[in-house]
């Protein structure tokens, strides 16, 4: 049975300026998958996961989203559909870890009080953080604060969940713990797209692979493919250094 397509992306290309960071990428996204983005700082990936929410605009090609142009879908719609967590959480520093989950989703998605509240807790309960719900987001760990900013991003219900670098700003204690959710999230069949340089997480918990060179998708497989029999020598070349270090 073929898998639904939620994201596909066609002849995507990107510029700052002179310099070309997306190059023709095509890809699709399957509903249920994990897909983690690999490659070298400067690759383009995170543009890549800023493109498919709109964060960044891109120059040419398109991006749709259940068969429709995100550049045609209203962007709170496409916002609440694909949700992101970003590498340094973006939280509200003036609110407590409850608030920072309830108003998004009384502002967004109009929903009750009431309603929101029970979904916030619900989802800090999920990820470890429901005793510290009363806490100013800025009394917690790096760790902790992406606990959060995964509820919260959870609370809108997204399609797709984002994550641009989650771990890359924790300290190597704390990033264990946010792993261990974004694991857990993975078994729920919750759609995933992950730009990590955590490569034991891309190798053990992802379904797909993609590794990005120099604004390309160079080659993409299952993590068996990818890990075990690389096709690209600059692939080759990347994991190699990750051999070494793991």
Known sequence: MEKETLISIHNLKKSFGNNCVL????????????????????SGKSTLLRCINTLESFDDGDITLNGKSILETDTVELHTQVGIVFQNFNLFSNLSVLENCIQPQMVVLKRSREEATATAEELLRKVGM??????????????QKQRVAIARALAMNPKILLFDEPTSALDPEMVGEVLEVMKDLAQEDLTMVVVTHEMSFARDVSTHVVFMDGGVVLEHGTPEEIFNNPQEARTKAFLSRYRRTA
């Open 23 to 42: 190059r023709n990428i095509n890809l699709d996204i399957h509903r249920g998958e994990v897909v983690s983005i690999i490659g070298s700082s400067g």
């Open 130 to 143: 429901i005793e510290a719900m009363h806490q100013n987001v800025m009394q917690l760990s790096g760790g």
